[in-house]
């Protein structure tokens, strides 16, 4: 693998756009809630790091990750946003559960990029288990909640 020993959640924050003026939404999944804790604060202190508000920032939560898509059509349908996060975890189990809502949740937020001028930014972890996940949400891999708010920011002032 080659990012194993690497965290990508280090950014130069000199290229980044400042993000004072800027409105988002966080929709956080239950499910998992110690990893998607751990998500939402990365993405937190990364927006705010790069000059966004804490009274332009919407968080509402949701039960698991397949409710993403739709938290996320609904913040982008009543709210004044310039992008959304859809923070998840889903940790593969003993049966196909986990490939459906991987599957879903993707396929959903994919859709939603499609349908709205406004970015939906993908950060749900599909990990085989705890350990990649605590990796990748504050760990040793760094936090996939950093590196979406970097990616929210930059969608947001694309073009």
């Known amino acids: 693998m080659a990012t194993e020993n690497k965290n990508l959640s280090v950014y130069d924050k000199s290229t980044i756009p400042n993000a004072k003026t800027l409105r988002f939404g966080i929709v956080v999944s239950e499910w998992n809630d110690t990893i998607t804790e751990g998500l939402y604060n990365g993405a937190i202190d990364a927006l705010m790091d790069c000059g966004a508000l804490a009274e332009n920032i919407i968080r509402w939560n949701v039960p698991g ?6 938290g996320c059509k609904k913040m982008l349908a009543t709210q ?7 923070i998840g975890s889903v940790i593969r189990g003993e049966t196909s559960h986990f490939d459906y809502v991987c599957s ?4 959903g937020i994919k ?15 599909t990990d085989d288990n705890l350990q990649q996940s605590l990796d990748r949400s504050g760990g040793k891999h760094g936090n996939k909640g950093t590196e979406a708010a970097i990616a929210a920011i930059k969608m947001a002032t694309l073009g």
């Open 65 to 70: 990750s397949f409710e993403l898509t739709f």
């Open 80 to 86: 004044k946003i310039d992008a959304v996060i859809a």
């Open 111 to 125: 859709d939603l990029n499609i349908a709205y001028d406004v970015p939906v930014i993908f950060c749900v972890l």
């Open 104 to 107: 879903g949740v993707t396929q």
